[in-house]
């Protein structure tokens, strides 16, 4: 089916900047849609970011908009989640996900994904 698999997660500072990247594999898509979610210890799964193909429209969380951007690489199949500016509350295991076939609605919930990353870690230091 779908294979997703991220990257770049790690240990940075307060204020610093931080790229994941999420590869996929497997059956080839047409249209859907990539998100990110993240979760911290004890929380809820919690939306962060999602954009749509081809179209490639985009829609962000309240609270990273301005500070984060998704964005893709058609050529690689991968999405990436640039993150600057961050904050110790974005300490959390960040998702990548598909939604196949994309619906009319932006899929800001986890049942409206498909298929999932295994996670990542971002552990941000104040």
């Known amino acids: 089916q779908v294979q997703l698999v991220e990257f770049g997660g790690g240990l940075v500072q307060a204020g610093g900047s931080l790229r994941l990247s999420c590869a996929a594999s497997g059956r080839t898509l047409t249209s859907y849609a990539m998100g990110w979610f993240r979760q911290a210890p004890g929380k809820d799964r919690e939306f962060v970011a999602t954009?749509?193909?081809?179209?490639?429209?985009?829609y962000y969380a309240g609270s990273v908009k301005g500070r984060f951007t998704i964005s893709r690489d058609n050529a690689k199949n991968t999405v990436y989640l640039q993150m600057n500016s961050l904050k110790p509350e974005d300490t959390a295991v960040y998702y990548c996900?598909?939604?196949?076939?994309?619906?009319?609605?932006?899929?800001?919930?986890?049942?409206?994904?498909?298929?999932w990353g295994q996670g990542t870690q971002v552990t941000v230091s104040s």
């Open positions: 996900a598909t939604q196949y076939p994309i619906r009319r609605t932006i899929p800001t919930t986890t049942g409206e994904y498909d298929y």
């Open positions: 954009m749509s193909w081809p179209g490639g429209n985009t």
